[in-house]
Nanobody
């Protein structure tokens, strides 16, 4: 099975950018659909973006045009480039891996990282 570790979260000002990394070990991350989810305090975990095994992507409506999910197969990693960040983007961000071709719901993901905190504030 695959193990996932997120990194890259930090405090950033509104309008700023961050790139989150999801490093995989144990198996090639290219064998999975990989998703990013987030959970803000007092809210349920929500879908952010996903990438399938052949590079197809889908995004939650509020991040379209601002976030980009991509694969770095040589690094065995998946990335989330986040631009034009807003205070509403503040959350713990999790990456997850699914053996399904497409996976939008969190229930479809069997493997999860521990999360990385993103705080957008002036």
């Amino acid at each position: 099975q695959v193990q996932l570790v997120e990194s890259g979260g930090e405090l950033v000002q509104p309008g700023g950018s961050l790139r989150l990394s999801c490093a995989a070990s144990g198996r090639p991350v290219s064998a999975y659909a990989v998703g990013w989810f987030r959970q803000a305090p007092g809210k349920e975990r929500e879908f952010v973006a996903t990438i399938n095994r052949i590079g197809g992507t889908r995004y939650e409506d509020s991040v379209k045009g601002r976030f980009t999910i991509s694969r770095g197969n040589a690094e065995n990693a998946v990335y989330l480039q986040m631009n034009s960040l807003k205070p509403d983007d503040t959350a713990v961000y999790y990456c997850a891996a699914s053996e399904r071709f497409w996976a939008l719901a969190s229930e479809a993901y069997a493997y999860w990282g521990q999360g990385t905190q993103v705080t957008v504030s002036s």
